[in-house]
């Protein structure tokens, strides 16, 4: 990892789904530069071995039970927040699921709800609740997906909901602004649990090496140095912009 500084400093910050992987690396990286990051998951177990590995490190850290589907659990989300650290400066919406490999016309109707559900509306509902909290200067972090610029087979609606994201990206930064910047990462393959699936497989590992021309897949360290850049004042006139970053895989011009 390159030396890293201290952009977070007095700032707070809210990572969803952020117990392992990706959301836990950007949990992380802010911690490291100064951040109180408030990491949350399904499962309090992943919740406490989060908080103390974080902890460990020096990092000021708050843990939360969310399952973002749980209305509940998202309001307390934020009033535990606001109730410790007092405001929110960043939110990285995290979350997803993928709970299928069919094509979109063989999809469920209740597995097309959980996509959305989970991949987006409730991304949005959160953002509801903590939007009077966020301060002047604030940043809002979408994790959307390399799939979302061409949804490939076996990831099609999952590629489609993070389509969707980049939308949402453009819609809320003119929504939110000036107080608020809202940007979206757009990930290569890393292995994580998520997508052990992919990973694990060798043949198509090779065919994902293959599309980067870095010819290696992304790491958790990769996602979290761009959320980070895009949460930081370094990025004071970026909004609206997602940044992929995929190791050269094709996206868009
Ligand atoms: P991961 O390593 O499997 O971690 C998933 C995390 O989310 C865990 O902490 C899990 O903890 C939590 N979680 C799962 N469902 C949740 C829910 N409904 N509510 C709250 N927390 C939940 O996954 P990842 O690969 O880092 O993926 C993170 C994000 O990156 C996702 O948005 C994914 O679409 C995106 N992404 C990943 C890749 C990749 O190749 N890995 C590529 C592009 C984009 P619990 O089990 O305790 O809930």
Same mark, same amino acid.
């Given at each position: 990892m390159a030396k890293i500084g201290?952009?977070?400093? +007095?700032k707070v910050a809210i990572v969803t =789904? !952020?117990?392992?992987?990706i959301g836990f690396g950007i949990a992380e990286r802010l911690g490291l530069e100064g951040a109180a990051v408030v990491i949350s998951s399904r499962r309090q177990k992943n919740v406490d071995e989060a908080v103390e590995k974080l902890k460990g490190k020096g990092i000021e850290v708050l843990g939360l039970v969310c399952h973002v589907s749980d209305a509940q659990q998202r309001n307390n989300l934020v009033e535990k927040t606001v109730e410790k650290? +007092?405001?929110?400066?960043v939110i990285v919406c995290n979350a997803a699921a993928n709970p299928t490999v069919d094509g979109i016309l063989e999809t469920k109707e209740s597995v097309l709800d959980k996509l959305w559900e989970i991949n987006v509306k409730t991304s949005i509902l959160l953002l509801q609740v903590a939007a009077p909290h966020l301060q002047k200067g604030s940043s809002v972090i979408f994790i959307s997906s390399i799939t979302g610029f061409h949804p490939p087979q076996g990831l099609a609606m999952y590629g489609v909901t993070k389509t969707a994201l980049l939308g949402l990206t453009k819609a809320l930064a003119a929504e939110m602004a000036p107080n608020t910047r809202v940007n979206c990462v757009a990930p290569g393959f890393v292995p994580t649990h998520f997508a052990s699936f992919l990973t694990t497989n060798e043949s198509i590992k090779k065919s994902l090496l293959e599309k980067t021309l870095l010819n290696r897949l992304g790491t958790t360290h990769d996602m979290a140095a761009a959320a980070a850049y895009l949460a930081?004042?370094? =990025? !004071?006139?970026?909004? +609206?912009e997602t940044l992929i970053v995929a190791g050269g895989t094709p996206s868009r011009l």
């Open positions: 201290r952009r977070f400093e +007095g =789904a !952020s117990t392992q992987g650290y +007092g405001k929110i400066d930081s004042d370094d =990025a !004071s006139y970026v909004t +609206g």
